[in-house]
């Protein structure tokens, strides 16, 4: 039992040193989009270092019995994240870094495995009920407690061996991952950040393949990736707004722009929208939906993660919209009529 319980502990540093190599490698070659707790950068190195941390002292096979504890709590946190992740349709689990691995084949493949791999496999008795029974009657049952995971004691020279070395390693990585951000924008990726083009010609319109065609009057411009959960609820809700425009093309158009890597996406066959894509020449980093409202070209609003509702929307267009003689009155749609009068917007 021992010998197994120290192969499991053994296997599972080595799968957390990888993990952590993996992620310190991404951290440092690909940018994050800083959106959510997953993907903030400061949370990642982190991260990093605390499975370093953990590698070294599951390699290190010093208190076998703290360290399965620690080891258990672990990966029973880890499963309640990827389960987590699985539900609300992540594509990547984001334990390795670039490597994408969907959290399903994580959480069945090496999270479940591994919590009943230690659950079965202990080092030893871990606290039996008479040395329980001896620890509840002590008058410091917690230091007690304490005592008992850090036996056996290893030697002196073999801890300060091990601690110097992992004290080294996270002093060494935290700095490294801390002080060397990638570029925003390369050959290779591009970070894009909506919130940041307002005022401005969309930067990324010579990359679309429908660039001519935006450049001319009002458009709302949704990018979406086939994968994310909240644009397969965006992308109806805009196409039924195309259909209710039908007829008032000149007041606002849609378009739909795929964002690799391209899949299956909940566009309907006969989508009332205009569809386009970003090339597959390079990596686009964007938290989707992603929504722009444009005026010949220029940006006049962004949305970033949420899609708005059609309401926000004509408020925003009527707000950027030159003040006219008279009111200007919308064609009936088959859903809708609306009644708009633009007013001049004073700095």
Not at 32 to 53: K, M, Q
Not at 63 to 72: E, G, Q
Not at 117 to 134: C, H, Y
Request: charged share 20%; net charge positive.
């Amino acid at each position: 039992m021992k010998l197994a319980s120290s192969i499991v502990l053994k296997a599972l540093g080595i799968l957390l040193l990888t993990a952590a190599v993996l992620k310190g490698w991404q951290l440092l070659t690909e940018p994050v989009a800083n959106s959510d707790i997953w993907s903030y950068r400061p949370f990642l190195i982190l991260t990093v270092e605390f499975e370093l941390g953990l590698a070294i002292w599951l390699l290190s096979g010093l208190f076998k019995k703290a360290s399965w504890l620690v080891s258990l709590m672990c990966f029973s946190f880890f499963s309640m994240i990827t389960l987590y992740k699985g539900v609300t349709g992540a594509a990547s689990c984001g334990c390795f870094g670039s490597v994408h691995v969907n959290p399903w084949v994580t959480l069945l493949a090496i999270d479940l495995p591994a919590v009943v791999a230690l659950s079965i496999f202990r080092p030893g008795k871990v606290l039996p009920p008479r040395i329980l029974a001896r620890i509840r009657l002590r008058r410091k049952p917690m230091k007690a407690l304490i005592r008992q995971f850090v036996k056996p004691l290893p030697s002196a020279p073999r801890f300060v061996i091990a601690a110097c070395l992992g004290l080294i390693i996270l002093g060494v990585t935290a700095p490294i991952l801390a002080l060397n951000e990638p570029l925003r924008i390369t050959s290779r990726y591009e970070v894009l950040e909506p919130e940041t083009w307002v005022g401005r010609e969309l930067p990324i319109l010579e990359h679309i393949d429908i660039a001519e065609t935006l450049k001319k009057g009002t458009w709302l411009v949704l990018l979406y990736h086939y994968d994310c959960p909240d644009c397969g609820w965006a992308i109806p809700m805009y196409e039924k707004m195309a259909r209710d425009l039908a007829g008032n093309e000149d007041f606002m158009q849609i378009a739909l722009i795929a964002v690799p890597p391209y899949g299956r996406a909940p566009v309907s066959e006969k989508c009332p929208c205009t569809l386009g894509r970003l090339p597959e020449t390079k990596e686009w980093f964007v938290t989707t939906p992603a929504v722009v409202l444009l005026k010949g070209g220029q940006v006049t609003s962004a949305w970033e993660e949420k899609a708005p509702d059609f309401e926000t929307i004509i408020q925003k267009v009527t707000k950027f919209s030159k003040k006219l003689e008279k009111p200007r009155f919308l064609a009936p749609t088959n859903h809708l009529t609306y009644s708009l009068q633009y007013k001049e917007v004073r700095a």
